[in-house]
């Protein structure tokens, strides 16, 4: 399948710093990109949505200005988690695909991001 | 919103036995995926059902599309130790967007 990078694999930080988290398409054309929050034993809760040269659109709940989505090119979305604090704490995941909108998604490695 | 229910959330078989997990959505569905998830992994692509009553198989692993359209299943036969991870199900609407079932974690004794 193809291969979604997602870098830094693991990062800590301080509270009321920002953490930008970079999600690449090695090997296809990502036309949409999706950032999904993880806590420990629990689903995957998407965040957003990001179209390439669009604005990303965000799930009900999803603070817009702490979560910063950028998807400037075909192959790299970034999100920027802004003034963390440790309720931010948590794995975050990117998915992308290309093509019709019930093709195959392929996840990155995630990143598991803790704020103290 | 769409809502899409999985069960059981644990799941511990003896290796040799026969695992399912059940998934259902509050609305009908254009397609679902399965994705299954190693402990400290990422998810990975298993396989995605499109038509009404569907049936796909992967070696031991067997998946259900409703008639509905609104409830699947994937079965595993003789599980195997390295059967073990979490299985999720993905619901994706018309507009293809994916809202993803709770899981069921899947723990195999040798």
């Known amino acids: 399948g193809a291969v979604v990078s997602q870098h830094p694999s693991w990062v800590i930080c301080k509270s009321g710093t920002s953490v930008k988290i970079e999600c690449r398409s090695l090997d296809f054309q990502a036309t949409t990109m999706f950032w999904y929050r993880q806590f420990p034993k629990q689903s995957l809760m998407l965040m957003a949505t990001?179209?390439?040269?669009?604005?990303?659109?965000?799930e009900q709940g999803v603070e817009k200005d702490k979560f910063l989505i950028n998807h400037a090119s075909l192959t790299l979305s970034t999100l920027t988690v802004t003034s963390a604090h440790p309720e931010d704490s948590s794995f975050y995941i990117c998915?992308?695909?290309?093509?019709?909108?019930?093709?195959?998604?392929?996840f990155g490695q995630g990143t598991r991001l803790t704020v103290v | 919103g769409q809502q899409v229910m999985q069960i059981p959330q644990y799941q511990h078989v003896q290796e040799g036995e026969d695992f399912t997990t059940y998934c259902n959505s509050s609305t009908t569905l254009s397609n679902i995926q399965w994705y299954k998830q190693r402990p400290g992994g990422h998810p990975v692509f298993l396989i995605q059902?499109?038509?009404?009553?569907e049936v796909k198989k992967q070696k031991r692993l067997t998946f259900q599309f409703g008639e509905a359209k609104k409830n699947s299943s994937l079965h595993i036969t003789a599980t195997q130790t390295t059967d073990v991870g979490t299985y999720f199900c993905a619901g994706i609407m018309n507009a293809g967007k994916s809202t993803f079932g709770d899981g069921t974690t899947l723990t195999v004794k040798p």
């Open positions: 059902l499109v038509k009404s009553g």
């Open positions: 998915s992308a695909k290309y093509g019709p909108s019930n093709t195959e998604a392929f």
């Open positions: 990001s179209n390439e040269g669009s604005k990303a659109t965000y």
